[in-house]
């Protein structure tokens, strides 16, 4: 099993920036991938971004690709996400999840470890 813990998240106006971190501990070694996700109030967990540990091959959602920028620190077992030029629409819950899977995915069911989430608030 692996822990993670969120933080970095808070409450920004149009336009500006954040970055999320995630901090991971316990069977790091047994996840191939980490991505992040988001869910709003009323709406389904929706794919952001991923990262693979090994290669570093990252992966967007369209709807953020442009904006945010994902990447790992593997010596603090540590993964960012950048955001930049947020929008109302990027607020949500964001979530840190860990995959073992061999294969690239987008999809939650595909991500056994999750963190507790951090709120991120974009004004307008």
């Given amino acids: 099993q692996v822990q993670l813990v969120e933080s970095g998240g808070g409450v920004v106006q149009a336009g500006g920036s954040l970055r999320l971190s995630c901090a991971a501990s316990g069977r790091t070694f047994s996840s191939s991938a980490m991505g ?28 953020v690709k442009g904006r945010f920028t994902i990447s790992r620190d593997n010596a603090k077992n540590t993964v960012y996400l950048q955001m930049n030029s947020l929008k109302p629409e990027d607020t949500a819950v964001y979530y840190c999840a860990a995959s073992g899977a061999n294969y690239i995915s987008t999809r939650h069911q595909d991500y056994d470890s999750w963190g507790q989430g951090t709120q991120v608030t974009v004004s307008s």
């Fill in 36 to 63: 992040w996700f988001r869910q709003a109030p009323g709406k389904e967990r929706e794919f952001v971004a991923r990262i693979e540990y090994r290669a570093g091959s990252t992966l967007y959602a369209d709807t």
